[in-house]
């Protein structure tokens, strides 16, 4: 895997971090107090405060149904809280309705999920172009930044390609291009090196790390050791609730806590 591209407008000259949108350290996200409980006393949110700045690339840890997913989901505007408060830039965004939520998320998050959530019949090319489409952004133009953002992720040679034609890794890069290519202010990220080998999970931090050093808010959901060498904020999330761990109490439950990877 040859190191990230030096490519397109995710890297070039080094500009100070958040230059191009807004300030870095700028609070971009935030949720206050924010709780969500499912059927069956499932609780994915138990007043849960959290600020995600512009430039900062965050991990939210924590074992398997401690609230990680829920959490990305309604920052995402793809969940409601039953209580509590989301800001987006200084709006509040948690009581939108489905059709002006849908409209922030085309115009300012970007996802990047498990599934990867690429259409099988539309080449790479097309599934990227798809969020541009979203944005009424066509034509040469739309073309362009496509190929700019395939190229960032080291696929411009497989544009042509269906999902079912890629690897795992190859795919997973295709959804961080589509998730990319609108350079969103806020970036949700979901086990995005999960399924990946250790050489292309690599490739994908240094990726989201670039995009937070562009600006965006990142914020990474994960299993994964490798990303606490990469983000700046590690929390750590249990029954709901979030958490500041120290460095060392995360490493020891990420090498051997709990199963930490075995019970995934
Ligand atoms: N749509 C849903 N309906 C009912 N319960 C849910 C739903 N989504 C999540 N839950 C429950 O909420 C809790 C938190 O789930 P969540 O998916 O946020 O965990 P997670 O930290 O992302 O876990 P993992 O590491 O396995 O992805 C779990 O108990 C889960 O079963
Ligand atoms: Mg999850």
Redesign the pocket.
């Known amino acids: 895997m040859p190191a990230v591209a030096d490519a397109g407008s995710l890297s070039g000259a080094v500009p100070p971090a958040g230059a191009e949108r807004g300030e870095a350290g700028a609070t971009r996200v935030e949720l206050r107090r924010v709780s969500k409980r499912?059927?069956e006393g499932?609780?994915?949110a138990r007043g849960v405060s959290l600020a995600f700045p512009a430039g900062r690339m965050v991990a939210l840890f924590?074992?398997?149904?401690?609230?990680?997913?829920?959490?990305l989901h309604m920052v995402g505007l793809l969940m409601a809280p039953d209580e509590g408060e989301i800001w987006l830039e200084g709006t509040r965004v948690d009581g939108l309705s489905e059709r002006a939520s849908a409209a922030v998320r085309r115009r300012s998050l970007g996802f990047v999920f498990q599934s990867f959530g690429l259409v099988p019949l539309l080449t790479a090319e097309e599934n990227v172009m798809v969020a541009l489409r979203l944005l009424g952004i066509g034509g040469e133009r739309a073309r362009e930044r496509t190929r700019e953002a395939l190229e960032v992720v080291d696929l411009g040679h497989r544009a042509g390609h269906r999902p079912a034609e890629m690897s795992g890794g190859e795919q997973q890069r295709v959804a961080l291009a589509r998730a990319l290519v609108h350079t969103p202010r806020v970036l949700l990220a979901?086990?995005p090196t999960g399924e990946l080998d250790t050489a292309t999970g690599a490739y994908v931090l240094d990726l989201l790390r670039r995009t937070a050093r562009d600006g965006a808010a990142v914020v990474v959901?994960t299993?994964d050791p490798a990303a606490l060498e990469v983000v700046d904020t590690a929390y750590f999330?249990r029954d709901?609730e979030v958490h500041e761990p120290d460095r060392a109490e995360l490493e020891l439950w990420l090498t051997e806590g709990e199963g930490g990877l075995a019970d995934?």
Do not use: L, Q, Y
């Open positions: 499912f059927g499932a609780v994915g924590g074992p398997s149904g401690s609230g990680k997913t829920t959490v979901d086990e959901a299993h999330m709901g995934r």
